[in-house]
């Protein structure tokens, strides 16, 4: 579940990201509820996949210095012989 986690953090901070309006890395990690460390981490991560991030200090917020998307689309369900449980969606 800890992958899943992951992707939702990441999804959210690419939505912050995208309206610029992340605030400081430690507003940020407050908003997500993590630590300031994993913040740097999951920006790190959405590098990873090319996306161009810069922070404006002025503005006091990351942004995309060109055009990206992320889209996160997930869910997790356990069937069995008589049911089906959704455990995420």
Partial sequence: M?????????????QLI?????GTPY????????S??????LVEQLRDFDALIDYDRSRQTYYYRELF?????????VYNKDQMIELYR
Wanted: proline letters at 0%; charged letters at 35%; aromatic letters at 2%.
């Fill in 2 to 14: 800890n992958s899943i986690k992951n992707l939702h953090r990441l999804k959210r901070l690419h």
């Fill in 27 to 34: 507003e940020l990690s407050r908003r997500l509820h993590v």
């Fill in 18 to 22: 995208r309206s610029e309006c992340t």
């Fill in 36 to 41: 300031e460390r994993l913040v740097y981490l």
């Fill in 69 to 77: 998307d992320l889209e996160v689309d997930i869910s997790v369900r």
